[in-house]
């Protein structure tokens, strides 16, 4: 198995596209990242994965907090912007939510304390304490394949 067999395999689990974002002595850093999930519902916990070349690595340490943005669908241009994908830089507005960055106009805004951090290979994993929610009626970005999607309404089966 090689590393590009191994990257196509989880391309083919389809998910929704967060910004990471964390602040350090009011400076705002975010980062693209679909490695999230929801750990624990009580207490409230969720995980993501943070590469190790990533900056936005040390920012979390340091700053013990970070929020998770789900992206809406028209929000693709973002995803790009904390991807690194654009070539000129951008200056994006963040809200406050529990006082940690958040991105106007997500699906989702998760604002997290770090309560755990586990280092496992060439990524580091932070357990995140959920302290509040911000939710917006919006569809969701989807990526699948190294390809941004949409979802598509089902249509109704007549029998
Ligand atoms: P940088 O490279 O320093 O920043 C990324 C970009 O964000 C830069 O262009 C920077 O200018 C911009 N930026 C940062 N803060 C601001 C700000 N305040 N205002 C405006 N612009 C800003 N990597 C992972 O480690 N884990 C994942 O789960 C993951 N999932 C991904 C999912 C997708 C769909 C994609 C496309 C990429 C994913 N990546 C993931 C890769 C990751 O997003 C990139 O490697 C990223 O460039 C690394 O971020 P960095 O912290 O080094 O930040």
Do not use: W
């Not at 705002?28 to 916990?45: I, Q, R, W």
């Not at 939510?97 to 699906?107: F, Q, S, T």
Request: hydrophobic share 45%.
């Amino acid at each position: 198995m090689d590393d590009r067999q191994f990257r196509t395999a989880m391309g083919k689990f389809a998910t929704g596209v967060t910004v990471i974002a964390t602040d350090v002595d009011g400076d705002v850093h975010g980062m693209t990242a679909n490695a999230f999930m929801s750990v624990s519902l009580d207490p409230k916990l969720v995980v993501i994965s943070i590469g190790e070349k990533a900056r936005i690595l040390e920012k979390i340490k340091q700053s013990q907090t970070f929020s998770v943005n789900i992206l809406a669908a028209d929000q693709q241009e973002l995803s790009m912007i904390f991807a690194g994908q654009l070539k000129e830089h951008r200056e994006v507005e963040f809200d406050r939510l529990d006082g940690k960055p958040v991105l106007n106009g997500a699906v989702a805004q998760i604002a997290c304390d770090v309560s755990a951090v586990h280092l496992e290979g060439d990524h580091t994993l932070f357990i995140g304490r959920v302290t509040d929610i911000h939710l917006e009626d919006a569809e969701p970005l989807i990526f699948y394949s190294g390809k941004y999607r949409a979802l598509a309404e089902e249509k109704a089966v007549t029998v």
